[in-house]
């Protein structure tokens, strides 16, 4: 099975300009999480996505490389029947013409 998540928003400390230490703004997660399923061992996608959330709020990162491998490390230990992982941080709003962001995709 894969779960997928788009467009998973909030607002958020992160960022290393003196501006995004001070004031939130908002963050795009992306995933695409498989798994091996069994009729009692399935994910439940709102419990992931609330993870997440509260992971990147809490953490408050300077480097979305930071903040990718750390919720990679998180999302595996309370997931261990996760088999691939695909996930994406995107600032949309940090760039007045572009959307940046990191992913990475990671197979286990």
């Known amino acids: 099975m894969t ?6 928003h909030f607002d958020a400390i992160i960022g290393l300009l003196d501006f995004e230490r001070e004031h939130t703004q908002r963050v795009t997660i992306d995933l695409n999480l498989n798994y091996d399923y069994t009729t009692n061992d399935f994910i439940d996608y709102a ?17 979305l490389e930071e903040a990718l491998l750390e919720l990679e490390t998180l999302i595996l230990s ?3 029947q996760t088999r691939k992982l695909y996930l994406k941080i995107s600032k949309p709003d940090i760039l007045s013409n572009a959307t940046v962001g990191l992913s990475q995709e990671w197979h286990y």
């Open 47 to 63: 419990d992931l996505c609330t993870l997440i959330e509260e992971k990147i709020k809490q953490a408050r990162y300077e480097l």
């Open 3 to 8: 779960i997928h998540i788009e467009d998973l």
């Open 78 to 80: 309370s997931y261990p």
